[in-house]
């Protein structure tokens, strides 16, 4: 009964690959985030969907590319993986965008390293 | 735009001490402000979260903080430090009805609790 759970739990790949994270919550929420944690911890925002519509997209570069099947689901697809892409990567969900709403849950994480 | 600064990326205690972990602010509008902890390896959990009712805001694991609209602070509090608290602590701000549910963090403080 996890909240909001990922796939895979560690990902490690070399230079140039294609992969994709998987993210899902149980919640009933309708918004999704991708954060990235890079090696010094620092926490930033890379996409947010509500009910599936694109509505975050912090220049990120466009080899990543996030995909949302429906409400419960936000995957991260990266092409091209470079070494800088070496992250923790999380996803959160919100029950929405309303005032009372912004609460975030985040999953356990996806440790992503490029070699 | 919003913009977090947690003063302090090491605190250390010893244990039955008190924790203070700073934490201030900047926002356009008023803002939303979370606590989160991170444990090795694991993701985010939320502490606590100030959302415009009460100013002293009391989390889980006996944690609290207080917000101070003059100074721009949230800062954390706890007043006797258990061994299972040591942890990293993240501050997080995000803006009512003009982020998106965006959360900026702060850098994180890693709280070290000596026995």
């Known amino acids: 009964d996890t909240a909001v759970s990922q796939t895979p739990k560690y990902l490690v790949t070399q230079m140039g690959n294609d992969k994709s994270i998987k993210c899902e919550q149980n919640l009933g929420h309708d918004t999704m985030y991708w954060y990235k944690q890079d090696s010094k911890k620092f926490l930033k925002i890379m996409f947010s969907y509500n009910n599936k519509e694109l509505i975050i997209n912090e220049t990120v570069p466009n080899r990543f590319s996030p995909k949302s099947p429906d409400k419960a689901h936000l995957n991260l697809h990266i092409n091209s993986l470079e070494l800088g892409d070496s992250a923790v990567y999380f996803c959160a969900s919100s029950p929405g965008l309303a005032e009372g709403q912004e609460t975030q849950y985040f999953g356990p994480g996806t440790r992503l390293l490029v070699l | 735009a919003q913009s977090v600064t947690q003063l302090g990326s090491h605190v250390s205690v010893s244990e039955g001490a008190l924790v203070l972990l700073r934490c201030n602010y900047s926002?356009?509008?008023?803002?939303?402000l979370f606590w989160y902890v991170q444990y090795p390896n694991q993701g985010l959990q939320l502490l606590l979260k100030y959302t415009s009712a009460a100013t002293l805001v009391k989390g889980i694991n006996g944690f609290e903080a207080e917000f101070k609209k003059s100074e721009t602070s949230f800062h954390l509090t706890k007043p006797s430090a258990h061994m299972s608290d040591a942890a990293e602590y993240f501050c997080a701000v995000s803006e009512r009805g003009t982020s998106y549910g965006k959360l900026t963090f702060g850098q994180g403080t890693i709280l070290t609790v000596h026995p």
């Open positions: 926002s356009s509008v008023p803002p939303y």
